[in-house]
């Protein structure tokens, strides 16, 4: 499986890596059982997610906004880094103003943090997960209990992704472009749509202004 990879300069963010949403790692239609442990996983977090929605009185509405409150912590870049378990190769297309040593560095760089924070992040949620089934006996779903696991799940994914592409079991391929030269902000949009376009990746905007909506006014 090839995974296409933008390196991007969004101002006041620095150089970014941003890949398409879940590629080849789950279905696009909701009505379609996703394979594997992981992919069971997800669809009750969607079943979770669309229940939540539904919920009326205070209670409900407040488990709701802390579910809610809880995806906003997943990072934009996470499918990336799960989909790299799978990936066997990896195409980079970056701005013509960095050379290839240059591209492959921040690339090791960008693996190696991620690697470390989820690592931690593996560890504590491990150790909190088995504690949160103490929720179940609060009444509502456990969103807690499901939340501490699930992240810990993804985690656990997100390490062995990043650490299969530091040791160069994925293929790296690198592709200037011109496009990408010079920094680019969220407020960017003419550039942004015409990105879009020569990237053939209608929601690029909409994952630009994610990663930096403090920057929509500009």
Do not use: C
């Not at 150790?127 to 696991?149: Q, T």
């Not at 062995?160 to 592709?175: D, F, K, P, Q, T």
């Amino acid at each position: 499986m090839l995974v296409r990879v933008i390196l991007l300069d969004i101002r006041g963010y620095g150089p970014t890596f941003l890949a398409e949403d879940r590629p080849n790692e789950l279905p696009e239609d909701p009505s379609v059982p996703a394979p594997g442990f992981w992919g069971r996983l997800h669809d009750r977090r969607r079943r979770l997610s669309e229940e939540l929605d539904k919920t009326t009185g205070w209670f409900g509405r407040s488990v709701g906004r802390v579910w809610r409150s809880m995806q906003r912590l997943v990072s934009p870049d996470e499918h990336l880094l799960r989909s790299l378990r799978k990936a066997g190769s990896v195409l980079i297309d970056h701005s013509t103003e960095w050379d290839p040593a240059a591209v492959d560095l921040a690339w090791k760089s960008y693996l190696r943090r991620k690697m470390k924070k989820h690592g931690v992040w593996l560890v504590v949620d491990s150790i909190l997960a088995p504690a949160s089934i103490l929720l179940m006996f609060v009444p509502g779903p456990n969103v807690v209990g499901y939340w501490v696991f699930y992240r810990a799940i993804a985690h656990g994914l997100v390490f062995l992704g990043a650490r299969r592409a530091i040791r160069g079991v994925v293929a790296l391929e690198l592709r200037p472009m011109e496009g990408l030269d010079g920094p680019i902000s969220s407020g960017d949009h003419e550039r942004l749509e015409d990105l879009a376009r020569k990237l053939s990746w209608p929601e690029f905007g909409l994952l630009v202004e994610r990663i930096a909506p403090d920057l929509n006014a500009q």
